[in-house]
């Protein structure tokens, strides 16, 4: 699974860490996240997050 990187603050997110203050688990793929799952720094939306590579 893939890290992605938020394009306006930086954050990543990382699978393999999830989002535990929002309920995500450990090991849910970012293409899983609820659709209305925000970037926890910033608030941005999954479609301004890019694939790290």
Known sequence: MSNYVCDLCGYVYDPAI????????????????????VCPVCGATKDQ????K
Do not use: Q, V
Request: charged letters at 40%; a negative charge.
């Open 49 to 52: 997050f890019t694939e790290e």
């Open 18 to 37: 999830g989002d535990e203050d929002n309920s995500i688990n450990i090991g849910t793929a970012f293409k899983d996240l609820p659709d209305d799952w």
